[in-house]
Protein backbone atom coordinates (compact mmCIF):
# COMPACT_ATOMS: atom_id res chain seq x y z
CA UNK A 1 0.00 0.00 0.00
CA UNK A 2 1.50 3.14 -0.61
CA UNK A 3 0.56 5.74 1.58
CA UNK A 4 0.60 9.77 0.72
CA UNK A 5 1.20 12.34 3.08
CA UNK A 6 -0.44 16.05 2.77
CA UNK A 7 0.68 18.14 4.53
CA UNK A 8 -1.23 21.07 6.46
CA UNK A 9 -4.64 19.01 7.66
CA UNK A 10 -5.76 16.96 9.97
CA UNK A 11 -8.35 15.65 7.55
CA UNK A 12 -5.64 14.86 4.52
CA UNK A 13 -4.10 13.06 7.15
CA UNK A 14 -6.68 11.00 7.70
CA UNK A 15 -7.66 10.23 4.40
CA UNK A 16 -4.89 10.33 2.82
CA UNK A 17 -3.69 6.56 4.18
CA UNK A 18 -7.25 5.11 3.74
CA UNK A 19 -7.37 3.05 0.31
CA UNK A 20 -9.06 4.65 -2.40
CA UNK A 21 -9.58 7.82 -0.53
CA UNK A 22 -8.06 9.74 -3.58
CA UNK A 23 -12.03 10.31 -4.53
CA UNK A 24 -12.11 11.89 -1.09
CA UNK A 25 -9.72 14.95 -2.19
CA UNK A 26 -11.28 18.35 -3.76
CA UNK A 27 -10.60 18.60 -7.26
CA UNK A 28 -7.92 21.35 -8.02
CA UNK A 29 -9.61 24.90 -8.41
CA UNK A 30 -6.85 27.19 -9.90
CA UNK A 31 -6.66 30.70 -8.73
CA UNK A 32 -10.14 32.58 -9.72
CA UNK A 33 -11.84 29.50 -9.94
CA UNK A 34 -11.68 29.83 -13.94
CA UNK A 35 -12.03 27.18 -16.64
CA UNK A 36 -8.87 25.05 -16.72
CA UNK A 37 -9.03 22.95 -20.48
CA UNK A 38 -6.94 19.98 -20.80
CA UNK A 39 -5.01 19.73 -24.27
CA UNK A 40 -7.65 17.50 -25.85
CA UNK A 41 -10.26 20.28 -24.18
CA UNK A 42 -7.89 23.06 -26.04
CA UNK A 43 -7.52 20.80 -29.17
CA UNK A 44 -10.88 20.31 -29.99
CA UNK A 45 -12.23 24.33 -29.20
CA UNK A 46 -9.59 25.00 -31.38
CA UNK A 47 -11.20 22.60 -33.85
CA UNK A 48 -14.71 23.76 -33.47
CA UNK A 49 -13.81 27.61 -33.88
CA UNK A 50 -11.68 26.80 -37.25
CA UNK A 51 -14.93 24.27 -38.01
CA UNK A 52 -17.70 27.19 -37.50
CA UNK A 53 -15.40 29.84 -39.28
CA UNK A 54 -15.23 27.49 -42.41
CA UNK A 55 -19.25 27.13 -42.14
CA UNK A 56 -19.67 30.37 -41.98
CA UNK A 57 -17.04 31.71 -45.16
CA UNK A 58 -19.10 28.26 -46.95
CA UNK A 59 -22.63 29.68 -46.59
CA UNK A 60 -21.60 33.60 -47.75
CA UNK A 61 -19.89 31.91 -50.44
CA UNK A 62 -22.74 29.65 -51.52
CA UNK A 63 -25.27 32.74 -50.89
CA UNK A 64 -22.95 35.04 -53.12
CA UNK A 65 -23.03 32.52 -56.14
CA UNK A 66 -26.11 31.58 -56.20
CA UNK A 67 -28.51 32.19 -59.11
CA UNK A 68 -30.61 35.35 -58.77
CA UNK A 69 -34.23 34.61 -58.72
CA UNK A 70 -36.62 35.04 -61.54
CA UNK A 71 -37.44 33.78 -64.66
CA UNK A 72 -34.44 32.89 -67.20
CA UNK A 73 -34.08 35.25 -69.73
CA UNK A 74 -35.34 34.43 -73.50
CA UNK A 75 -35.93 35.43 -76.81
CA UNK A 76 -37.99 35.32 -79.29
CA UNK A 77 -37.02 33.85 -83.40
CA UNK A 78 -37.88 36.10 -85.83
CA UNK A 79 -37.93 35.40 -89.56
CA UNK A 80 -34.44 34.84 -90.80
CA UNK A 81 -32.93 34.42 -87.51
CA UNK A 82 -30.45 31.81 -87.22
CA UNK A 83 -28.69 30.35 -83.83
CA UNK A 84 -25.39 32.20 -85.05
CA UNK A 85 -27.54 35.47 -84.79
CA UNK A 86 -29.36 35.05 -81.56
CA UNK A 87 -26.12 33.90 -79.99
CA UNK A 88 -24.14 37.11 -81.40
CA UNK A 89 -27.13 38.99 -79.96
CA UNK A 90 -27.24 37.12 -76.85
CA UNK A 91 -23.84 37.10 -75.86
CA UNK A 92 -21.42 39.89 -77.43
CA UNK A 93 -18.22 39.90 -75.79
CA UNK A 94 -18.06 36.20 -76.19
CA UNK A 95 -16.49 34.89 -78.88
CA UNK A 96 -19.58 33.82 -81.86
CA UNK A 97 -18.70 29.53 -81.74
CA UNK A 98 -18.43 29.61 -77.92
CA UNK A 99 -21.73 31.58 -78.08
CA UNK A 100 -23.47 29.35 -80.70
CA UNK A 101 -22.58 26.03 -78.66
CA UNK A 102 -23.52 27.55 -75.22
CA UNK A 103 -27.01 28.51 -76.55
CA UNK A 104 -27.83 25.21 -78.48
CA UNK A 105 -26.69 23.22 -75.02
CA UNK A 106 -28.93 25.63 -73.10
CA UNK A 107 -31.87 25.28 -75.36
CA UNK A 108 -31.20 21.30 -76.55
CA UNK A 109 -30.53 21.97 -79.89
CA UNK A 110 -27.88 20.84 -82.69
CA UNK A 111 -25.72 24.05 -83.64
CA UNK A 112 -27.00 23.39 -87.11
CA UNK A 113 -30.39 22.90 -86.43
CA UNK A 114 -32.76 25.42 -87.89
CA UNK A 115 -35.15 27.82 -86.08
CA UNK A 116 -38.83 29.03 -86.50
CA UNK A 117 -40.09 32.13 -86.13
CA UNK A 118 -41.85 32.79 -82.86
CA UNK A 119 -39.74 29.84 -81.19
CA UNK A 120 -38.65 30.91 -77.76
CA UNK A 121 -35.00 30.24 -77.11
CA UNK A 122 -33.62 30.45 -73.03
CA UNK A 123 -30.79 32.80 -72.79
CA UNK A 124 -28.21 32.39 -70.26
CA UNK A 125 -27.78 34.89 -67.13
CA UNK A 126 -25.59 37.90 -67.29
Not at 31 to 38: E, V
Not at 110 to 118: I, K, N, S
Request: glycine content about 12%.
Amino acid sequence: MTTLTLIGTAEADRTAQTPGAATDVPAYVPPGGGLRLTRRGRVALLVLGVLAVVVAFSVGRVSATASPAGPAPTAVVSAGDTLWSVAHRAEPGLDTRAAVAHLAALNGLDEDAPLRAGQVLALPRG
